[in-house]
């Protein structure tokens, strides 16, 4: 049975991908899979919106394709409350799939997101291979390329269990992914996570998108509006600072870590793009979207990068 602020942390997911797909209607970049997973639009977002959601799925999209770049595609994905992410369509139709790309959620969305994915062609092909090794269930979807299963991530010997069905290769390098998903847990949960990892794989990378500087009036603001939403954000601790953010990977055996605002990554992303972006929209008020992005964070860290330079990732 889930808790009423699980329910609610769930359905944080449609507005993520309702953002999404508002956001790509209108140009910020392209996924030609989100109007196959998600149905609505949602009401008109301010263009500071849009350009935030550019920003955060543009920077991802960068880690993640220099991360397949730096493994030959020799390598393994794990996104961890993907909700209803489009990213391995993508990774599929720029012909750079891994390995395997492994997804985990609360059933209830694995559900929902399995109900979709079986009702598409275009999404079932991306996996569904001659091989017939696709194994399709209420909840789950079980192949050699794609695995989407249900999780709570504050089990971990059940994040194992479900990521050992899905066939994980503790091998090869392994990149995981959260995107808005640990301030939902306690410190003690993200930590383990992350200990977990370091623990199990000899070369891995994660990338975390989240708040930070949820200490000032702007933090606060953002902190009820969650709070008014029935939405338990027990992480919220972790996201006080860049150095809160920074401490928690490295205790938890990761040995060179990043993390920088949102508002450092939109002045770092390709500038070409940046302009043909912000010409889609007409924005009034450049300080609401600095005020937005700095409470956002792009951490990437990685243990023994080296064996394939996955320390020299950089944005
Ligand atoms: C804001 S949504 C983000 C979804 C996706 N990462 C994205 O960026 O589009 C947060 C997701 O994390 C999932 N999540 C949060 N806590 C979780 C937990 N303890 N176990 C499993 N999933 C969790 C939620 O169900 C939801 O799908």
Redesign the pocket.
């Known amino acids: 049975m889930s808790s009423d602020s699980d329910l609610a ?2 359905a ?2 449609n ?3 309702t953002c ?1 797909r508002y956001a790509v209607q209108k140009g910020y970049w392209n996924d030609p899979y989100i109007s196959h997973m998600v149905k609505s639009v949602g009401s008109r977002k301010p263009p500071e919106i849009n350009r935030g959601y550019y920003a955060r799925v543009e920077s991802v999209w960068i880690l993640i394709k220099k991360f397949i770049h730096a493994t030959e595609r020799k390598c393994q994905i794990v ?7 489009t990213t391995f369509w993508r990774l599929c139709g720029e012909e750079l799939s891994p390995i395997r790309y492994i997804e ?3 059933p209830n ?1 694995t559900m929902r997101k399995v109900q979709t994915i079986k009702s598409k062609t275009l999404l079932t092909q991306a996996f569904n291979t001659s091989e017939n090794d696709t194994k399709i269930e209420t909840s789950s979807i079980i192949s050699n390329k794609y695995s989407l299963l249900p ?4 089990d971990i010997e059940l994040v194992e269990k479900q990521l050992k069905l899905a066939q994980i290769d503790f091998t090869i390098p392994t990149l995981f992914l ?4 640990l301030v ?2 306690s410190s003690k ?1 993200s930590n383990a996570i992350l200990k977990w990892v370091t623990t199990n794989f000899e070369n891995c990378m994660f990338v975390n998108y989240e708040q930070v500087n949820m200490n000032d009036r702007f933090g606060h603001v953002m902190i009820e509006n969650l709070k008014s939403r029935d939405c338990d954000i027990p992480g919220v601790d972790v996201c006080e600072s860049l150095e809160s953010q920074r401490k928690r990977f490295q205790e938890n055996g990761w040995d060179q870590v990043n993390c920088i605002t949102m508002w450092s990554v939109y002045s770092i992303l390709p500038q070409s793009d940046v302009q043909r972006m912000e010409r889609l929209e007409f924005m009034d008020e450049q300080e609401l979207l600095e005020q937005l992005l700095t409470h956002y964070c792009l951490c990437w860290a990685t243990k023994a990068g080296e064996s394939f330079n996955l320390k020299e990732i950089e944005l």
Not at 79 to 85: F, I, M, Q
Not at 151 to 154: E, G, K, P, Q, S
């Open positions: 942390t769930q944080t997911c507005d993520a991908s999404k996104s961890l409350g993907a909700g209803l992410d985990l959620d609360f969305v999780a709570d991530l504050r959260t995107e808005c998903v939902y847990m949960n």
